[in-house]
């Protein structure tokens, strides 16, 4: 290709491109500044109807300031740290089902690589709340869950699964979104060159040590990829807690206060503040990944 045929090139794909892009970022940039508008905007004292603030100039940062110091030092806190919580343990565990998921369909299962991907997605297809709503009837007094415990003897008599128990809601997260956690994770262990793997092996080092020195640390990137994938829905979810707790306040977690405040209550403009200070914790999470994958790009380039 000539010098002056690939900007031609370049400007054919950019201008290709600009519809999706402008798409994209439009309905990105204007859901943020409408929470944005609701936040600092104003709630009528008569009707207690939100009062959005289109006007950066008139915006009005009371409410948000408040419910930032409720945050730091009131109920709140409890919540936010409840969610994290839970987030966190999900995503142990879902690195703990979904590593050998994806090592196992990128690595070794040639033959059957295209059936498991599909069986993968497949959880796409359905609808997050149907699925949970399965879980209810699993986990019901009389479901199958306490059935086969009872069978093995683990338990004497039924369980009460949905009595606002921790476990519940982590099972159910990791249940929920271990999908978005192997699929970026696959496609990092594909990508891993096969001769790297023989070269190791030809060294003398056993499977194990193959992995550890050199599977593990190739796949890094697709680690940090997955858990961020899985933690920004994660974190907002508010689906696990009210289906499979019946919204125990013992549960609670940040979405679910999100939810009450915009939906059932007259304080819409604490639900837009708590909205705005979760993506400010996950803004901090997302520049942490890019810094992280940049550092490891350019070790790598070295």
């Known amino acids: 290709m000539t010098a002056a045929a690939r900007p031609r090139r370049q400007g054919f794909w950019a201008l290709f491109a600009f519809p999706g892009v402008a798409w994209l970022t439009l309905f990105f940039l204007v859901p943020i500044y409408a929470v944005l508008a609701a936040a600092f905007g104003r709630t009528d ?110 338990f004497s008599g039924p369980r009460n699964w949905l009595d606002g128990d921790w476990p519940t809601v982590v099972i159910g997260l990791i249940y929920g979104y271990v999908p978005f956690f192997i699929l970026p994770l696959y496609a990092a262990l594909e990508r891993i060159d096969g001769r790297l793997l023989e070269a190791g092996r030809d060294l003398g080092a056993n499977a194990f040590a193959t992995f550890m020195r050199i599977t593990l640390p190739l796949s890094v990137p697709g680690l940090l990829a997955a858990s961020v994938t899985t933690i920004l829905p994660m974190s907002g979810d508010y689906y696990t807690n009210t289906y499979l707790t019946s919204g125990s306040p013992r549960t609670e977690m940040v979405g679910n206060q999100i939810e009450f405040y915009l939906r059932g209550s007259s304080q819409p403009q604490t639900g837009a503040s708590l909205v705005l200070i979760l993506m400010a914790f996950l803004f901090v999470l997302m520049v942490y990944y890019l810094v992280s994958t940049i550092r490891i790009q350019r070790a790598a380039d070295r």
Not at 61 to 88: E, G, I, P
Not at 138 to 150: A, F, I, K, P, W
């Open 45 to 154: 004292p008569l009707l207690r109807i939100l009062q959005p603030q289109w006007n950066p100039l008139d915006w009005d940062f009371a409410v948000f300031r408040n419910v930032v110091d409720r945050v730091f030092t009131d109920d709140l806190w409890k919540v936010f740290r409840r969610t994290f919580s839970f987030v966190f343990l999900a995503l142990l565990g879902c690195c703990l089902v979904g590593y050998p998921v994806a090592y196992y369909v990128a690595r070794k299962a040639s033959r059957w690589r295209g059936v498991l991907l599909a069986a993968l997605v497949l959880p796409f297809w359905i609808s997050y709340l149907m699925r949970m709503l399965a879980w209810v009837n699993l986990l019901q007094t009389d479901g199958y869950v306490n059935r086969v415990l009872e069978w093995l003897h683990i």
